[in-house]
């Protein structure tokens, strides 16, 4: 919803009529406040028969544990899709430092509540389950004053909130989130099938989908969040010529940030997952596990953050039929790779992580290739021309990285080590791009 509502929002703001911007936030606000009250209360009545639906594989001491866990986070749902919405109207403002900062008041809410609980009650699976409910509650309020300061307010109107304006919306609104989605929906996909394997398959799973997150959060969404309304104005006023040097630009700016990722994920992954998770009855076992997972997931990276950001060049057209459609393209050849190399080939939850990888590179590709129809001067060669050489920057970078920290801090802690490692390698990779000039160097300063 954050990226969703932005073409609308901007196209109101664009208009000058205030009063008409303000109903229009008033009747979105309701129909979604609405409509969250009653998904809300499905997941909460409902929990034990969507925990069946989507992990069929669990035990029946498992499936009751991740029901009432489910019941317990069910207004997670609502406080998080709230500050989405506020996200989406900032967003729309050109106000983008505030929303992309809110996400850090949940961590800072759920760190609060497991310190109080560690050092004053006792620490478990549920207090876990309230500190995310109260770290999305910080969310929404820090983003609030925002809102407010920024003359983006909204309250109820019942008085005909359904209108031809926000059925039309609405009817846009949908197919984009689902095709935003799509990567998400093939995670539960996963879990579906990671729920038949062994124990601890879902959390390796999951841990390594953190750990992808985490470039794809601070770069992915935040490149496809600000270029929206960027998008969105230069499709209103015709300038195509700019709107494919936008998503050009982009695209080798998201290769840029994340190509260095997927190879440390790959040549230093089992060290990082060694440093975040190998502790307590989390056994050196569990985090090599972890590692298989994160180096399969890893081949997609690149192309899951592409994904997001051609999508939104779609949205920016209020073509959403198509995303849709190749999105569930996606999601049928995701299923099949699931079974294929997950249980056909016996490769287990690996197999799993991989079938996400490949159905993310044919949804990227399908949607590039037709968007280049659709808009002239989408440079898809030199996006794979580009694509090569900053892999091979970001291998010399690493290689040399590794090196260096192996050289100096010979024998230290493995912790020590990847700090080091990852310090150098970066600098090695700076150094690399400003000799040579790179422009997409000079957009993360911007």
Same mark, same amino acid.
Do not use: W
């Given at each position: 919803?954050?990226?969703?509502?932005?073409?609308?929002?901007?196209?109101?703001?664009?208009?000058?009529?205030?009063?008409?911007?303000?109903?229009?936030?008033?009747?979105?606000?309701?129909? !979604?406040?609405?409509?969250?009250?009653?998904?809300?209360? +499905?997941?909460?009545?409902?929990?034990?028969?969507?925990?069946?639906?989507?992990?069929?594989?669990?035990?029946?001491?498992?499936?009751?544990?991740?029901?009432?866990?489910?019941?317990?986070?069910?207004?997670?749902?609502?406080?998080?899709?709230?500050?989405?919405?506020?996200?989406?109207? $900032?967003?729309?403002?050109?106000?983008?430092?505030?929303?992309?900062?809110?996400? @850090?008041?949940?961590? @800072?809410?759920?760190?609060?509540? +497991?310190?109080?609980?560690?050092?004053?009650?006792?620490?478990?699976?549920?207090? /876990?389950?309230?500190?995310?409910?109260?770290?999305?509650?910080?969310?929404?309020?820090?983003?609030?004053?925002? +809102?407010?300061?920024?003359?983006?307010?909204?309250?109820?109107?019942?008085?005909?909130?359904?209108?031809?304006?926000?059925?039309?919306?609405?009817?846009?609104?949908?197919?984009?989130?689902?095709?935003?989605?799509?990567?998400?929906?093939?995670?539960?996909?996963?879990?579906?099938?990671?729920?038949? /394997?062994?124990?601890?398959?879902?959390? %390796?799973?999951?841990?390594?989908?953190?750990?992808?997150?985490?470039?794809?959060?601070?770069? &992915?969404?935040? !490149? &496809?969040?600000?270029?929206?309304?960027?998008?969105?104005?230069?499709?209103?006023?015709?300038?195509?010529?700019?709107?494919?040097?936008?998503?050009?630009?982009?695209?080798?700016?998201?290769?840029?940030?994340?190509?260095?990722?997927?190879?440390?994920?790959?040549?230093?992954?089992?060290?990082?997952?060694?440093?975040?998770?190998?502790?307590?009855?989390?056994?050196?076992?569990?985090?090599?596990?972890?590692?298989?997972?994160?180096?399969? %997931?890893?081949?997609?990276?690149?192309? @899951?953050?592409? !994904?997001?950001?051609?999508?939104?060049?779609?949205?920016?057209?209020?073509?959403?039929?198509?995303? @849709?459609?190749?999105?569930?393209?996606?999601?049928?050849?995701?299923?099949? $790779?699931?079974?294929?190399?997950?249980?056909?080939?016996?490769?287990?939850?690996?197999?799993?992580?991989?079938?996400?990888?490949?159905?993310?590179?044919?949804?990227?590709?399908?949607?590039?290739?037709?968007?280049?129809?659709?808009?002239?001067?989408?440079?898809?060669?030199?996006?794979?021309?580009?694509?090569?050489?900053?892999?091979?920057?970001?291998?010399?970078?690493?290689?040399?990285?590794?090196?260096?920290?192996?050289?100096?801090?010979?024998?230290?802690?493995?912790?020590?080590?990847?700090?080091?490692?990852?310090?150098?390698?970066?600098?090695?990779?700076?150094?690399?791009?400003?000799?040579?000039?790179?422009?997409?160097?000079?957009?993360?300063?911007?």
């Amino acid at each position: 919803m954050s990226t969703t509502f932005v073409p609308f929002f901007t196209e109101a703001q664009t208009a000058n009529d205030r009063n008409a911007f303000k109903i229009l936030r008033d009747n979105i606000f309701t129909i !979604v406040f609405i409509g969250l009250l009653l998904i809300t209360g +499905i997941f909460y009545y409902f929990s034990t028969e969507l925990i069946s639906i989507f992990a069929f594989g669990f035990d029946e001491a498992t499936k009751e544990l991740s029901a009432n866990l489910l019941k317990r986070m069910s207004p997670f749902l609502f406080l998080i899709s709230l500050s989405a919405l506020n996200m989406g109207l $900032l967003n729309s403002a050109q106000k983008f430092n505030a929303p992309a900062f809110s996400p @850090v008041l949940m961590n @800072v809410g759920i760190i609060l509540i +497991i310190l109080i609980s560690s050092f004053y009650f006792s620490l478990s699976i549920y207090v /876990l389950s309230y500190a995310v409910l109260f770290g999305a509650l910080l969310q929404y309020l820090f983003q609030i004053p925002f +809102i407010l300061s920024n003359n983006l307010s909204y309250n109820f109107n019942l008085n005909n909130c359904i209108n031809p304006k926000t059925k039309e919306i609405f009817k846009v609104v949908f197919p984009q989130i689902f095709g935003l989605a799509v990567y998400n929906i093939n995670i539960l996909v996963n879990t579906q099938f990671a729920s038949f /394997l062994e124990k601890g398959s879902i959390t %390796y799973l999951y841990l390594a989908e953190r750990l992808i997150e985490f470039p794809l959060g601070i770069f &992915a969404v935040s !490149v &496809a969040t600000t270029v929206l309304p960027v998008l969105s104005g230069q499709y209103l006023k015709k300038n195509y010529s700019d709107f494919s040097r936008t998503i050009n630009e982009k695209l080798k700016f998201l290769l840029f940030l994340s190509a260095p990722f997927v190879l440390a994920f790959i040549f230093i992954g089992q060290d990082i997952c060694n440093v975040l998770y190998a502790r307590g009855e989390f056994t050196v076992d569990d985090s090599y596990m972890t590692y298989k997972a994160l180096l399969a %997931y890893s081949f997609g990276l690149i192309f @899951v953050a592409g !994904v997001r950001l051609i999508t939104q060049g779609f949205y920016a057209t209020k073509n959403t039929k198509l995303p @849709v459609i190749f999105g569930a393209y996606n999601l049928g050849v995701n299923f099949l $790779l699931c079974y294929i190399l997950g249980f056909y080939f016996n490769l287990g939850f690996f197999g799993l992580a991989l079938a996400s990888s490949i159905s993310s590179i044919f949804l990227f590709c399908m949607l590039l290739f037709k968007l280049k129809t659709l808009i002239v001067g989408i440079e898809i060669l030199n996006f794979f021309k580009y694509l090569i050489i900053i892999l091979l920057i970001s291998g010399v970078s690493l290689f040399l990285g590794i090196n260096a920290s192996q050289f100096i801090f010979h024998g230290s802690s493995i912790t020590m080590g990847l700090i080091f490692t990852i310090l150098f390698s970066a600098g090695i990779f700076y150094t690399i791009s400003r000799a040579l000039r790179l422009s997409e160097l000079r957009m993360i300063f911007k």
